[in-house]
């Protein structure tokens, strides 16, 4: 059974990164654009080890609005825009192919959203042969799809089974009618089971399911009756969010009355309770949102210490080039990020001029590489082995994070962590706090106004 102490996790309620990058996205520059990307792309084609690669591909559309979402969709019912966007992912997929060398191996790649189920069976089937005919799909390759349960059909889940996708990743938010009302997403229990059912039916390899807490009208005792269901439904993994209310940077999220929102110590008992019912249910807590089976790849991946964060959270795929498609995709390549553009013209205007969709990126110096080393493992282990970190970059950890050292120590004495001589530790109060005990190593946050850029970390 976990411990934690509520009292003291009160205190540090703060915005904070999310920590899918280091620097994170508001650093970056539009002054690292198309020409940078190809030129990274062609630079980790020429090392000794290639590394093998990592897709995304981002289908903006949604048939209707949820209004907790914080992620770049594009709202509308009619089917035509996808016919239309789907030519030129066809496009981006060729221009970005051509310079990436064809014996790197595809291990992994994630169709997100959006709801890529607002492609119909044949375009899906239309999109997946683009990605074949232009990358090499490992055999054992990770497949991975994000599903709404109000709009898949089982036609979709035949053709993507029959495509080789083996992981299924839906999202339920809550089952309370009440907090379902609220963020206008309706999705009666039945049909989630439904959708689980076809996966298990079919032979999917795994499935995950979305939480959200800290949603309009939750109660703990309105949540445990969720966490129950989906205790019951038995998936392989369970992400459990942190409702991120940032109205200042999505609009439509006004809509939400903050009233109606748990806060504070009732927010925190609610994750608490989710955290106890799901670990006393034979789930295993990984990194600081996830929950899997313990015979669960992620799980041994945090056991072995391979395990990674990048912009799907967590992954058991360290060490690949990840390529984004579509709009507002980001790509990590090398030691860079790049981001494409937001907006559906400026991206379509890109690729008929024959260029990436590039419109902001950034490269790291060997401070920041040091630096994001430090946050991804004390993300993905909750302990740092400060050797480790001297061995591998050459540096004497006591002096180089000196202030960082000293900044730590609160945390420390609340007893979130401890400091032993060779390894810093996070104990379980401390894990849910990860991303502020990793805000101490991040130089950026110290620029006027870069921490209202982000959500409240609990």
């Known amino acids: 059974m976990l411990t934690i102490n509520i009292d003291t996790l009160l205190k540090y309620d703060k915005p904070g990164p999310r920590y899918t990058s280091y620097p994170t996205a508001p650093v970056w520059n539009a002054e690292f654009g198309p020409e940078r990307f190809k030129a990274k792309i062609i630079e980790t084609n020429s090392v000794k080890d290639l590394p093998p690669v990592s897709l995304y591909f981002h289908i903006p559309f949604c048939f209707s609005l949820c209004f907790y979402c914080g992620c770049n969709s594009i709202i509308t019912k009619k089917r035509g825009h996808a016919s239309e966007y789907l030519s030129y992912l066809r496009k981006e997929i060729e221009i970005i192919s051509q310079y990436v060398k064809k014996e790197r191996r595809v291990v992994q790649f994630h169709w997100g959203g959006g709801s890529p189920d607002f492609l119909s069976p044949a375009e899906m089937e239309t999109l997946y042969g683009h990605i074949a005919s232009n990358f090499s799909i490992a055999k054992d390759a990770e497949i991975g799809v ?33 907090v379902q009302k609220a963020i206008n997403r309706i999705q009666p229990e039945n049909i989630t089971r439904r959708l689980v059912n076809w996966c298990r039916d079919l032979g999917f390899y795994s499935v995950n399911i979305d939480l959200i807490y800290g949603l309009p009208h939750q109660t703990t005792g309105t949540f445990n009756k969720t966490v129950e269901k989906i205790i019951e439904i038995n998936p392989d993994r369970i992400a459990l969010f942190n409702y991120a209310h940032v109205p200042w940077m999505k609009r439509h999220q006004k809509v939400i009355r903050e009233d109606t929102l748990p806060q504070g110590r009732e927010k925190l008992e609610i994750l608490k309770m989710a955290i106890e019912k799901f670990t006393s249910a034979g789930y295993v807590y990984v990194g600081m949102d996830h929950f899997s089976k313990p015979q669960d790849e992620l799980y041994i991946a945090q056991k072995e210490k391979t395990l990674y964060r990048n912009f799907q959270g967590y992954t058991t795929k360290a060490g690949c080039d990840l390529f984004g498609f579509g ?43 040091i630096r994001r080393h430090v946050i991804t493992r004390l993300m993905c282990d909750f302990e740092l082995t400060p050797s480790d970190v001297e061995k591998q970059f050459s540096i004497t950890f006591n002096e180089y994070f000196r202030k960082e050292l000293k900044r730590l120590e609160p945390f420390r004495d609340e007893g979130l962590l401890i400091m032993h001589p060779d390894k810093i530790e996070i104990n379980d109060s401390g894990r849910i706090l990860i991303r502020n005990i990793a805000m101490v190593f991040d130089v950026y946050l110290e620029i006027q106004g870069m921490e209202m850029r982000f959500s409240r970390t609990i």
């Open 146 to 178: 994000e599903l709404d349960p109000r709009e898949t059909t089982l036609e979709h889940m035949k053709i993507l089974k029959g495509l080789g996708f083996n992981r299924i990743s839906m999202g339920v938010q809550d089952f309370n009618p009440l």
């Open 327 to 369: 709009i507002t995709s980001i790509s990590m390549v090398g030691n860079s990020y790049s981001q494409n553009h937001k907006a559906l013209k400026d991206y379509y205007a890109a690729l008929n001029n024959g260029n990436m969709a590039t419109y902001r990126g950034y490269e790291l110096n060997s401070d920041d590489i």
